[in-house]
């Protein structure tokens, strides 16, 4: 006997193993791979939420930080304007932020004065398309973090929405067909 002739043989033998409506459904996929397919889609829909906001922001791309935590567009300022930029030490910086327009920083820093005495300086700065637009005392930058708390409000709340609707949709294609 020829073996292309089992071949029909094979298939019917197959589909009579698995019926559809005499055994229960499955779901084989594992947890991690169904929350690592949430989060792709709560990333990819987040973008979507966020698209139209971002197509009118004048602020520009997020500036690009070092392995100390400081923006290296704000790095790079500090130490052009420097008195002496050998003898700089940088102590402590916050979190790039974005209020309405612009990124945020603020920049805590040892250097020496005109006079060349060590002195601790904390300034904020405001990045706009990868330019330095603002070197500020830091008692001025209240009204900055006002304005990025609101605004890392709404991301939030754009987060969370794509988060849920992510979930929903991707649990609903592992659901019994």
Not at 65 to 79: F, N, S, T
Not at 90 to 98: E, K, S
Not at 107 to 120: C, D, F, Q, S
Not at 134 to 145: H, K, N, T
């Amino acid at each position: 006997m020829k073996p292309i002739y089992l071949l029909p043989v094979l298939l019917l033998a197959g589909c009579a193993k698995h019926n559809a409506s005499t055994q229960p459904y499955v779901d084989t996929t594992p947890q991690s791979d169904i929350e690592s397919l949430i989060d792709a889609e709560a990333n990819r829909l987040y973008a979507v939420f966020r698209a139209p906001k971002e197509a009118k922001a004048s602020w520009g791309p997020k500036p690009k930080v070092g392995p100390d935590g400081i923006a290296i567009v704000i790095k790079d300022y500090i130490l052009r304007n420097a008195n002496d930029p050998t003898d700089l030490e940088f102590l402590d910086c916050t979190p790039l932020r974005r209020p309405r327009a612009g990124w945020m920083q603020m920049v805590k820093l040892r250097a020496r004065n005109g006079l060349g005495a060590k002195m601790v300086y904390e300034r904020g700065y405001v990045v706009l398309n990868e330019k330095i637009i603002g070197d500020f005392p830091e008692e001025q930058f209240s009204g900055y973090i006002e304005m990025a708390d609101k605004v890392e409000a709404e991301d939030k709340a754009d987060w969370d929405l794509a988060l849920q609707t992510a979930t929903v949709t991707v649990k609903a294609k592992f659901k019994k067909p």
